[in-house]
């Protein structure tokens, strides 16, 4: 069977765009195949957390990503600072990826412009860690949404650099990217990503926001001024809220132009959070369940990063062989 693999940052409040652009597809590929998921935290201290928000943060994300529907004892599910293959393997390949490749990455250009007072090295050898979590597993698939897709590009380049110079060793993963909800924007700001590191509260819906919020945010949502229901250029707020419309229900655009035809944003936007709402209300209270389990979920974690190093050792064994370090 093919392997997937996928990884999530505990850096925020996991948002719909999180959801919609690829835990979605996370849960579904379980059926099909291998599939190994992680909480990427080594990643989420390239911006400066605050140590119990943190640990808060990823004990959440652990019990959000279970009521989403992980399967952990057919997927391993694991927290990536418990297995340190992750950083070594990440070591290893920072010194066959280029200062250049890395300065053209506009996710680190984005970022440094966000955090301008703490530009950080790892910032900066962000992808090549993510380049080793998911070499480490041999994926042949990374479901991800479109913000990644540069990143998966360098994760081919590496290996295949690597690959190059000493012989079949890395798998050449694949992006997995959805139709449909790809890249969900934020709701104040449309020409932006929706982000869960966002510091406005308006801009995402997180995945556990309560009703009245979800519905408040909705309506709230930046749009236009042309007042109609529909799909072109320049109108960003609504082809961002009819693809999250789209991808709650399963409607074409078709579909929803023609339900919304003659109303105003108004009903729109009520029924595209209705509908939303509803989608992430059996997620909700999954999740209460679970936090109510905390030794449920440390179990889990644990068992999690047991499964996931019996494969990294593998690959970081076989790297460091042909690289040439004394076994
Ligand atoms: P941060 O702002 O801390 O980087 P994030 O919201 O970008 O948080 P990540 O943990 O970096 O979340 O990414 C997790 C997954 O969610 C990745 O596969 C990424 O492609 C996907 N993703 C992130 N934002 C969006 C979005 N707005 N629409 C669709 N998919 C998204
Ligand atoms: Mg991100």
Request: with cysteine; hydrophobic share 35%; charged share 25%.
């Amino acid at each position: 069977r093919k392997v997937i693999f996928s990884a999530i940052q505990p850096s925020g409040t996991i948002t719909l765009g999180n959801y919609l652009g690829a835990l979605k597809n996370w849960i579904e590929l379980q059926d099909e195949y291998e599939c190994i998921y992680a909480l990427a935290d080594l990643h989420t201290i390239t911006v400066r957390q605050e140590p119990a928000k943190f640990r808060r943060n990823t004990l959440e994300a652990y019990a959000l990503l279970l009521a989403c529907g992980i399967d952990p004892q057919e997927s391993p599910f694991f927290i990536q600072s418990q297995v340190p293959e992750h950083a070594q393997l990440a070591w290893v390949l920072n010194c066959y990826t280029q200062f250049g490749e890395l300065q053209r990455m506009t996710q680190f250009k984005d970022k440094s412009q966000k955090h301008p007072d703490n530009i950080n090295a790892g910032l900066f050898t962000y992808p090549s860690l993510m380049a080793a979590d998911i070499l480490l597993y041999q994926a042949d698939l990374v479901p991800v949404g479109v913000d990644q897709k540069q990143h998966i590009e360098l994760t081919r380049n590496i290996a295949d650099r690597f690959n190059g110079l000493y012989g079949q060793t890395f798998k050449l993963p694949e992006g997995y990217i959805p139709e449909t909800g790809a890249k969900i924007m934020s709701l104040q700001d449309p020409a932006r990503k929706m982000s869960k590191s966002d510091e406005n509260v308006n801009s995402s819906i997180a995945v556990l926001d309560r009703p009245e919020d979800i519905m408040r945010k909705f309506k709230r949502a930046v749009t236009d001024s042309e007042a109609c229901v529909r799909r072109a250029p320049g109108k960003d707020g609504v082809n961002n809220l009819m693809g999250i419309y789209s991808c709650v229900t399963g409607r074409t655009d078709e579909e929803i132009e023609a339900e919304f035809a003659g109303k105003g944003y108004g009903d729109f936007k009520t029924t595209v959070g209705e509908a939303v709402a509803e989608h992430l209300r059996p997620i909700r209270e999954k999740f209460d369940d679970y936090m109510k389990n905390k030794d449920y979920l440390e179990q889990c974690y644990a068992e999690g990063a047991r499964k996931a190093e019996v494969i990294a050792r593998k690959t970081l064994r076989k790297v460091m062989k042909k690289v040439g370090f004394l076994q």
